[in-house]
């Protein structure tokens, strides 16, 4: 059974950064869509980036900023956050789209994802 498990989140100062690690343990056979979404209190969880083999999907309020990587070989994926902002305060869960195609452009809405981890709390602020 894929288990999901996050790490790397903390309290950063606006204009910080942080790295985001999702690790799947069990067996994955194909590249599936992975996303990373962030839940803020009293707000939708947001996709916030997502990732198919070899295609990424960034929502508006984090490009340029976020950049989303995989390593297949240690089934992990990544979210380098840089120039945070109190904004990006919240709960990040990465999610797998295990009826995703890899090599489609991945659907970054967490309604496609069908397995989720804890999530990891990142709180920026000053």
């Known amino acids: 059974q894929l288990q999901l498990v996050e790490s790397g989140g903390g309290l950063v100062q606006p204009g910080g950064s942080l790295r985001l690690s999702c690790a799947a343990s069990?067996?994955?056979?194909?590249?599936?869509?992975i996303g990373w979404f962030r839940q803020a209190p009293g707000k939708e969880r947001e996709g916030v980036a997502c990732?198919?083999?070899?295609?990424?999907v960034y929502a508006e309020s984090v490009k340029g900023r976020f950049t989303i990587s995989r390593d297949n070989a240690k089934n992990t994926v990544y979210l380098q956050m840089n120039n945070l902002k109190p904004e990006d305060t919240g709960v990040y869960l990465c999610?797998?789209?295990?009826?995703?195609?890899?090599?489609?452009?991945?659907?970054?809405?967490?309604?496609?994802?069908?397995?989720w981890g804890q999530g990891t709390q990142v709180t920026v602020s000053s």
């Open positions: 999610a797998i789209d295990l009826t995703g195609i890899p090599t489609a452009q991945p659907k970054c809405v967490a309604v496609e994802y069908n397995g």
């Open positions: 069990g067996y994955m056979p194909r590249p599936y869509p």
């Open positions: 990732i198919s083999a070899g295609t990424t």
